[in-house]
């Protein structure tokens, strides 16, 4: 039997690789597929809706920082705590960003670096502010921003990793 059907088979293989599948079928066996979940923190528009809200929340703390004088005792205070932070937060984005350059070949790419350049510009303007001005409100824009700096650096990881997995899981099903 095993070697009628392997014979059949191989008489009329051309016949077999020439015809496809209807799109009815198709249709059938997208529709008994398990529907894939978009997770609300993996959508890029909040993201940007995230970085839109901490530009209005930088450029509200810069137009009133000016009626809000510290103390130098509570400003040495205020950069003593922040340089502290800076530096752990600095180390994880550092690591993040070097594992995401390590293991990168995703599509995406030009959009997370634009963001994450846009949100280290604002940055740079908040940290000249604290140097300035230190506040606490600055301080706390300050790390706003690296927490959602790790965040965008998250997401970036956890894309790459979701990307590789279904390729993976393409080439077990392809084989």
Excluded: C
Excluded at 52 to 74: C, D, H, I, W
């Amino acid at each position: 039997m095993k070697d009628s059907l392997k014979k059949f088979i191989d008489e009329n293989r051309t016949g077999f690789d020439t015809r496809e599948p209807s799109d009815k079928a198709w249709d059938q066996i997208e529709n008994n597929l398990p529907a894939k979940q978009v997770s609300l923190w993996n959508n890029t528009m909040i993201w940007r809706i995230a970085a839109m809200l901490f530009l209005g929340l930088s450029v509200y703390l810069f137009a009133t920082q000016n009626s809000v004088k510290t103390s130098p005792r509570e400003s040495a205070k205020l950069q003593g705590e922040f340089s502290d932070l800076e530096s752990f937060y600095s180390e994880q984005i550092m690591q993040k960003v070097e594992l995401i350059n390590h293991i990168q070949s995703f599509n995406d790419q030009e959009k997370f670096t634009q963001d994450l350049e846009k949100l280290e510009a604002m940055y740079s303007v908040l940290k000249e502010q604290m140097k300035i001005n230190p506040t606490e409100k600055v301080k706390d824009a300050l790390i706003l921003n690296f927490l959602v700096r790790m965040d965008l650096l998250n997401q970036q990881i956890k894309s790459i990793e979701d990307a590789k997995l279904e390729q993976s899981e393409e080439k077990e099903a392809s084989v």
